[in-house]
């Protein structure tokens, strides 16, 4: 009987201890921007969402539920995941309907042309990122069945071995502690990049293929799965550049779709009512950016609206996340445009000016007294001609600017915590000598070559978001 005990004691420490580090080797990657919609439906208050979205790379870069949210006040999320697959789009939509009661569910149809995945870090996003249940197998075993080198290794897979056997030498922070920030998200990936791309060329009025036993039970899958839990189903498909025998998929889906009463969005023959711009709204041929997410997630949301009658939730607090992916949303826009106009110094002030939620210091050191400079500066409203002749360090905080110090060895430091991780310390220790004189943490942003110095503190996304020397001559 002791003995007994003591395996029993054994086991349970044992499995508290590998619990415990999956936690942290899990990966905890859907979207290549190391967050995971995995991990973001968790921090979702059950049965919140009332529209979601399911897909590939086209559903997390077209459409963001802050902008559905922002405009209409509707709760979105996007369950989608890097080259999702369909049977890894039927069984995210199954995860979601253990904790979410949405009344619609939209699915984009390029999932259906995915077979197997090329990239294995694929397969693992789409099948190893979700909680161990009792769909695991029936996942895997679809999957499986198509993969020949899934098959081989279904042990491994099983198991999650490839997880665990790789993972642990490219451990960051944010997997031994939550990244706040991205957990606000509500599955989106933010990208505010601009790339030219050939026009997207509407397909023909009607194509068609014969669609597979597989796809074709899919579908109907999908259907039955939405009834069951009381949601309706739409199928769509975002503008991309298709080739011909995708786009014969994906209309033979949209005739099953009309036979059975599927609602249906084919983006790529109503691109004239989404008025997007091939020079600004694109990333590349097959992903929207920020520009064009807005103007697909505007017609999302007055569909939703006419269709369904989606209640607006916007000011209830019950709905409070969707109010910080919001926040994260307006966060991650100001922190890029910070970045792509930081050779401009006066863009660089006006936009910092207007941020909020953001720590700057702005270092003064050497020969700079010209009056350029100074109109320049003055953009950040608080600081005198005189302290500017001198010289020193002011930090800029909720649109004030405080002078910590005039550039004196002597001076006291200012130090201060500005989030959980980070420390920031500011003194003088020599003209343009560097060595401490500004430090986040161990990162030294000191001014070394350039007069002025502006370094850029996000204590929300817990990231520097500028560090810059500018050289006054």
């Known amino acids: 009987m002791k003995r007994f005990i003591q395996l029993m004691i054994f086991i349970l420490l044992t499995a508290f201890c590998l619990g415990k580090a999956y936690g942290v080797l899990s990966w905890k990657d859907t979207n290549v921007s190391y967050q995971s919609c995995v991990l973001q439906l968790a921090e979702t208050p059950n049965d919140s969402i009332d529209a979601v979205f399911v897909g590939s790379s086209h559903v997390y870069t077209g459409i963001y539920p802050s902008y559905l949210w922002s405009s209409f ?9 890097c080259a999702m697959d369909r049977d890894s789009a039927y069984y995210s939509i199954k995860h979601l309907f253990k904790t979410q009661s949405p009344r619609v569910v939209m699915v984009d149809l390029f999932s259906l042309t995915f077979e197997t995945h090329v990239y294995k870090e694929h397969f693992i996003r789409n099948y190893l990122t979700f909680p161990i249940s009792e769909d695991t197998i029936p996942a895997l075993n679809a999957y499986a069945a198509k993969d020949p080198a899934v098959s081989e290794n279904y042990l491994d897979y099983l198991t999650r071995w490839p997880v665990f056997h790789t993972r642990y030498r490219e451990l960051e922070r944010r997997d031994f502690i939550n990244d706040e920030a991205a957990l606000a998200a509500r599955g989106e990936y933010l990208n505010w990049a601009a790339n030219v791309i050939e026009p997207i060329t509407p397909p023909a009025p009607s194509t068609s293929a014969a669609l597979s036993e597989d796809q074709l039970n899919w579908l109907k899958e999908l259907d039955a799965l939405c009834r069951e839990n009381d949601a309706s189903l739409v199928l769509m498909a975002l503008p991309f550049q298709s080739d011909e025998d995708k786009q014969a998929l994906i209309d033979s889906a949209f005739a099953f779709a009309e036979e059975n009463g599927i609602p249906r969005l084919d983006f790529n023959r109503r691109l004239d009512e989404l008025d997007l711009d091939y020079n600004e709204d694109f990333f590349d041929d097959a992903h929207p950016n920020a520009y064009g997410a807005k103007k697909i997630c505007a017609f999302l949301g007055n569909y939703l609206k006419e269709n369904y009658e989606l209640a607006d939730h916007r000011g209830d607090p019950a709905y409070g996340i969707w109010d910080e992916d919001l926040r994260y949303y307006e966060h991650r826009r100001d922190g890029d445009a910070l970045a792509a106009a930081s050779e401009d110094l006066e863009e660089t002030l006006a936009i910092l000016s207007r941020m909020k939620e953001v720590t700057a210091v702005i270092s003064l ?20 001609e005189e302290d500017y002749n001198a010289g020193g360090k002011w930090i800029w905080e909720n649109g004030e600017l405080t002078l910590l110090m005039h550039n004196d060895t002597q001076a006291a430091p200012y130090i201060r915590e500005l989030d959980d991780y980070v420390t920031l310390q500011v003194r003088f220790t020599g003209t343009r000598s560097g060595h401490g004189s500004i430090l986040l943490g161990r990162d030294d942003h000191s001014n070394y070559e350039g007069q002025l110095s502006i370094v850029v503190y996000d204590s929300f996304l817990h990231s520097t978001l500028l560090a810059k020397e500018y050289t006054i001559w």
């Not at 050191?365 to 005198?384: F, H, K, N, T, V």
Request: hydrophobic share 45%.
């Open 365 to 384: 050191e050497g020969i700079y007294q010209d009056s350029a400079l100074y109109e320049s500066l003055r953009i950040l409203p608080g600081i005198s």
């Open 73 to 81: 006040g509707i709760s979105a999320f996007d369950m989608a995941i």
